[in-house]
């Protein structure tokens, strides 16, 4: 006889409740992300610093659940390949130099802002996967209205960090790709965790340790205690588990659309947590992101057949 509870989780599990419960959690650790990475990019420490405590911490915390659930028995190798080389070293360090050039403001406006265009770009390319003009309209009005919030944001000029914008862009790119894949490939939470946490930190921290500046040695003890578990812990283990599960429950265009609000969440943190500065026109941005974000999530009417 099946247990009612593990029925109704299941259930639970499988429904779009579950995925857009999932992403507007994941936007509250998105949102809180973008400005620990800013104070991590701009501390004693290095951005490779930064990048061997995510992949550090993540394997150590997920190392005894891929020991039991061995989820390298179910991917080829070609997708933990895949996999582990769009959440990489190569993905995260790109964002993180990103942090050094420009204000934290700009990584939600140019990673996540983008999500949307990409996910319907690389969906269309590589999947023939349809979409509606509808969803279309909604991505550009939140690419728009998120450039618009970053224009606005603390009164800063965007030609001198496009260095930076440029690499959130990428960013962006890299992790489209990851989100669509996960969805085609029906991704299971452990297999994400294998590739993301225990390949890439057998990857990385070697080459880490050996070969790369650090400055753990004059960072203070509390930017290390900081990065390390924010940056090993909730984007790297509990976001991408998330953002898994929303991808599998909503769809990767819907999901992608959802987390375009971390920049105006993110605008909303700095102004409460670091003092900055927002106009009138950057507080309409907010809201024409929104309306953008709801063209691409609610889902057409059906027609009703007389």
């Known amino acids: 006889m099946s247990n009612p509870k593990k029925s109704e989780m299941r259930a639970f599990l499988n429904s779009p409740l579950s995925g857009y419960a999932a992403c507007f959690t994941v936007i509250f650790i998105w949102s809180f992300w973008l400005i620990v990475s800013r104070l991590g990019a701009v501390s004693a420490l290095t951005i490779y610093d930064l990048s061997a405590m995510r992949y550090g911490f993540s394997a150590v915390v997920s190392l005894p659940f891929i020991l039991y659930f061995k989820p390298w028995k179910t991917l080829s190798l070609f997708r ?90 990428v960013g962006g790119a890299f992790f489209a790709s990851y989100v669509t894949l996960s969805r085609q490939w029906a991704i299971k939470t452990i297999e994400i965790l294998f590739c993301s946490s225990i390949v890439n930190a057998i990857v990385y921290l070697p080459i880490w340790y050996f070969l790369l500046p650090s400055g753990f040695s004059v960072a203070e003890n509390s930017d290390i205690l900081l990065q390390g578990v924010y940056q090993g812990l909730l984007p790297n283990l509990v976001g991408l588990i998330l953002i898994t599960q929303a991808s599998r429950s909503i769809g990767s265009e819907a999901t ?51």
């Open 256 to 306: 992608s659309a959802i987390m375009a609000i971390v920049p105006a969440t993110g605008a909303i943190l700095g102004v409460w947590m670091l003092d900055e500065q927002m106009g009138l026109i950057s507080w309409l941005a907010i809201f024409g992101l929104t309306a953008g974000l709801l063209l691409m999530t609610v889902p057409k009417r059906k027609k009703i057949q007389p």
């Open 80 to 169: 933990i390949l895949s996999l582990s080389f769009l959440l990489g070293p190569v993905y995260i360090l790109i964002v993180f130099s990103g942090f050094t050039y420009a204000p934290a403001a700009h990584g939600g406006i140019f990673m996540n802002g983008l999500l949307p265009i990409f996910t319907v770009m690389i969906g269309l390319i590589f999947f023939a996967t349809k979409f509606e003009q509808k969803k279309l309209n909604g991505a550009l009005v939140i690419l728009c209205t998120a450039s618009i919030l970053g224009a606005n944001s603390a009164g800063l000029d965007l030609a001198k960090s496009w260095v930076g914008d440029l690499c959130f862009v």
